[in-house]
DNA sequence: TGTCAACACGAAAACGTTTTCGCTGAGAAT
DNA sequence: ATTCTCAGCGAAAACGTTTTCGTGTTGACA
């Protein structure tokens, strides 16, 4: 096991200098063909490679993406991810993931370490803690040092970036809308807590669409769910919490639910008390996720293309990042700071499956 | 947006020498209280922080992981990502993943851009094309290098170097005998492609199990699946090919499926052909993921305990660099080599749900 | 024969650390 | 007064690159 060949090493096994070796390698004209035939041979032999380190440190940018999301046993911050890794590839970066776990403490932790040079740039979610405390130094302290961020999904004003978003009000809007179509006239919003921002927004969409209709939102018909239960565990609970109102709330006949896993454990349940979907209640779930495909009725969802999501993120820091390398930020004037961050918005899609008519 | 301050920066503003403040600030008692005071406040308030490439490039290491999987929108890598990463956390180290999205060229491609000095080791899983070639030549080059790797899941008895699996013949067996023990006399196996190790090792258990009971396997009772069926769209490819199955072996009254795709797939066409689940027909599954968590009814899985892998192994690699640190691999008997590398095997469970009486 | 350009290459700085060693000055010991 | 000791600090090397700026050796040309 040998350690991995430098430069040096080669230049003292030629008897050259390293500047003859660096350049003969990069194949730079200054050097006779003999001698770069020589270093070019013998450096294929012993599998020269750079050292990316080395580099890093010369160029002072690392080419690669440091990634802080709440949680990866999330189908969709894992088709993030893919999307983040495909162009991040394609542009010739590397990507670093770190989990904040919904911690304040664990992202700001995380965020330290990859600050420390490990990386040109952020993307990230915020996790649900950040959300609850609203503190957000941590995100103004890295962009002041220099480092850019890009926000997706779970965003925030008061952080002054690149971001990336769905039309959470739109998607939901579409889908209560949908289901007014088709002739639901009690329809049920089963939510979050309000904290996070798309489940506030969401929960408007559903208003709203209401109200387009004439109807009244029934606070009666709006179910807000704990989030600790999405978690792992109380599955139990849940499908209690749900069963409990639907038996309050003997009339509904559509639901519309701000994730997956809401929707289908509706589905469960509503089947279990005797009714038919979706002849007799119909139910649309937000976030297209593998639950949603593969459930029985198959789920009727608003995707929110991760993957695409990624992407987009991506090419706005990489951009970004490559951006600077000509014009200094400096440049930018104070007040024109606020035109100068993008938000992209992913539009949603309404994926029609066997839940509704 | 001034960049990030040095050692450099510190000295010069405060009239010492670069020295004097790496010293100061790790505390050296060389140094003078009053100077140090002096130093680390000022160091604080320029929320100094060191640099890892360059602490990277002095130390040749990175105190990071490279994991390669080959597809991430996958709640088992998923899973063990989240194992790598919570140890890797709680030890110092970062983790750097790249994708191989099952092809061996992405594969080889991704390990050279990070075996370049921008990890100290490698966790990964071989993508279904490399298994499918069985070239291996680029573990055995970047293991020769100096660099470790550890496998998990998909591994091969052709690359040497710590191993994490489940025992996946167990496991299928554990599967089958609960199925006949409950009353199954033909049960059916629904299975991958042969040369992805971990499909072989199930088939064997099913085969295994069937024996134990004097009952011999019948080859119209086993389904192999084109692996391009699983990827993305073909679900209804999927579903037709079982369901054919299904109408040509009336008899089936048990399943066992190599993976909770194919599990939850059965059921479902079961349930459309008039099956009742559990009472007809019996199903488990492999892999506990989210599928058969949320199926209607639940299904009764093989665990693999995607994350305790991921800690697995992330202990392990870990525990082979900082071991490196101090004992060089050159002592190490070129005899001694096989039985220095260790193959944890992480025990499977049964998760009973209500797919199975 | 002397001058100059072109060619082929090397020295050194720089990126930001840590660490070894050497230096300086002041007080203690003789 | 002279030597010794030690505290307190700085210089420099090293990690592996790239790049700028020399420098020496040719050959051609006047």
Redesign the pocket.
């Known amino acids: 096991m040998k350690?991995?060949?430098?430069?040096?090493q080669i230049?003292k096994e030629l008897?050259?200098?390293?500047?003859?070796?660096?350049?003969?390698?990069?194949g730079?004209?200054?050097?006779?063909?003999?001698?770069?035939q020589k270093i070019q041979a013998f450096a294929k032999l012993y599998n020269?490679?750079?050292?990316n380190?080395?580099?890093s440190?010369?160029?002072?940018k690392t080419k690669t993406i440091g990634i802080i999301i709440p949680e990866i046993v999330h189908h969709f911050f894992s088709t993030v991810i893919r999307g983040i890794e495909l162009v991040a590839n394609k542009r010739g970066y590397n990507v670093i993931v770190g989990l904040s776990n919904e911690s304040f403490t664990k992202e700001i932790i995380n965020m330290e370490m990859l600050a420390g040079?490990s990386i040109d740039g952020f993307i990230l979610s915020i996790s649900k803690e950040t959300l609850l405390k609203q503190d957000y130094h941590h995100f103004n302290a890295t962009i002041n040092q220099g480092m850019p961020i890009v926000l997706f999904d779970r965003v925030v004003n008061e952080v002054d970036c690149d971001k990336v978003i769905v039309d959470d009000f739109r998607g939901a809007l579409k889908a209560v809308k949908k289901l007014l179509s088709t002739g639901c006239k009690n329809i049920a919003l089963i939510t979050t807590m309000d904290y996070v921002s798309v489940g506030r927004l969401r929960t408007q969409g559903y208003i709203e669409a209401l109200e387009d209709a004439k109807i009244n939102a029934d606070a009666n018909l709006i179910l807000k769910i704990e989030d600790s239960l999405d978690a792992e565990g109380d599955l139990d609970v849940l499908e209690n919490e749900i069963e409990k109102f639907f038996k309050n709330n003997k009339k509904i006949d559509g639901i519309f639910a701000v994730n997956e896993l809401y929707a289908v454990t509706a589905m469960k349940v509503a089947r279990k008390l005797g009714f038919k979907i979706p002849e007799d209640i119909q139910v649309i779930g937000f976030t297209d996720g593998v639950l949603s495909k593969h459930a029985t009725p198959s789920l009727t969802t608003v995707s929110q293309h991760g993957q695409k999501m990624g992407e987009q993120a991506a090419d706005l820091l990489i951009d970004r990042l490559e951006l600077e390398e000509e014009e200094s930020l400096d440049y930018i004037e104070e007040t024109a700071r606020n035109e100068y961050f993008k938000t992209v918005v992913i539009e949603t899609e309404l994926i029609e499956r066997d839940s509704t008519k």
């Open positions: 350690r991995k060949i430098t430069l040096k230049a008897d050259v200098s390293i500047s003859t070796v660096s350049k003969a390698l990069s730079s004209k200054e050097i006779s063909e003999d001698t770069t020269y490679r750079p050292n380190i080395a580099l440190l010369k160029n002072r040079g």
